[in-house]
């Protein structure tokens, strides 16, 4: 990791973190369903995506409690899928950043429940922001909506599932990871942009660098699935290999996914240099995406 990344999350990890729990813990929720919720998000991460939206309103100068609340649902709705997605029915997983996944010690339905109130937590918590206008209210939950439903990462989710076994032509594992691992890092550098005011030029290279990191998140993840061991990766090491899963290094070999990983890596610095901000904590995040070890 960059020391630009780890000197921001340094900073301000701790006040995300806060928002998350307290978000949770100060509702009137049955009780066994709060411990569930505030399980699988207290098991804490790298918050890629709430920092990352953060780090846009960073580089526009913009004070990062403007994100707090727009951070905090992102990272509502990624807690849920995480639950969901080690579900016996999906990726039958007994492991998730190095504790047994939710499922596992609360039981199958209070799981299933427990990520069904984050996710509409997430979007209780914008409707009822006192931090944006009405206008940005609707604009978020419209963006979110999209990233995290049937067109976004719920979308990607059963495509990714559904080509377990076969053998995918590049431009349709790129669409599927587009949307199961792409939209909602899409959200947070949109949502960034938004509550910075950013200009239409700077929106759009945005949007192209926020692409480009969606296949990089990917490629990296499917890169560490080979070469990882589980106890550095904080999941079960060789899984998608196990379950036939279309993966970069299986279409392309190890060597070809670092190439595309490269060539992701390029994509998204030329898109932030095209609008001055090519050198910045933005490129730092890529660099760290591109880059990490879990």
């Given amino acids: 990791m960059s020391q630009d990344v780890k000197l921001f999350i340094q900073q301000h990890l701790q006040d995300i973190e806060q928002h998350l729990l307290a978000g ?13 919720m505030l399980y699988s998000l207290e098991a804490g991460g790298k918050r890629v995506r709430p920092m990352l939206l953060l780090a846009v309103l960073e580089e526009f100068g913009q004070p990062l409690a403007r994100g707090y609340d727009a951070a ?11 639950i969901h997605d080690d579900l016996p029915a999906m990726d039958d997983d007994e492991l998730r950043r190095g504790k047994p996944t939710n499922h596992v010690v609360f039981g199958e339905a209070t799981a299933i429940l427990a990520g069904d109130g984050l996710l509409t937590e997430a979007f209780r918590l914008l409707s009822h922001s006192t931090t944006y206008t009405d206008g940005e209210k609707i604009s978020l939950i419209r963006l979110l909506s999209e990233a995290a439903g ?8 059963l495509m990714d599932m559904e080509a377990e076994g076969s053998a995918v032509e590049l431009a349709h594992l790129q669409q599927i990871h587009a949307n199961k691992t792409g939209a909602l890092l899409q959200f947070s550098v949109q949502a960034g942009a938004l509550l910075s005011g950013a200009n239409e030029q700077q929106q759009q290279a945005l949007a192209e660098y926020a692409t480009a990191l969606g296949v990089l998140f990917q490629v990296q993840d499917d890169i560490l699935d080979v ?12 899984k998608d290999i196990a379950a036939n899963k279309s993966t970069y290094p299986a279409l392309l070999t190890l060597e070809g996914a670092v190439a595309e990983r490269t060539k992701y890596h390029q994509q998204a610095t030329e898109a932030l240099a095209s609008i001055g901000k090519g ?16």
């Fill in 24 to 36: 949770i813990q100060q509702q009137s929720i049955t009780e066994t369903l709060k411990k569930s």
């Fill in 72 to 82: 905090c649902a992102l990272e509502y709705i990624h807690t849920y899928s995480l």
């Fill in 150 to 157: 049937a067109k976004g990462m719920v979308g990607g989710q």
């Fill in 227 to 238: 070469t990882a061991d589980s106890t550095i990766l904080g999941k079960t090491a060789g």
């Fill in 279 to 294: 050198q910045g904590l933005l490129k730092s995040f890529a660099d760290y995406i591109t880059y990490r070890d879990n």
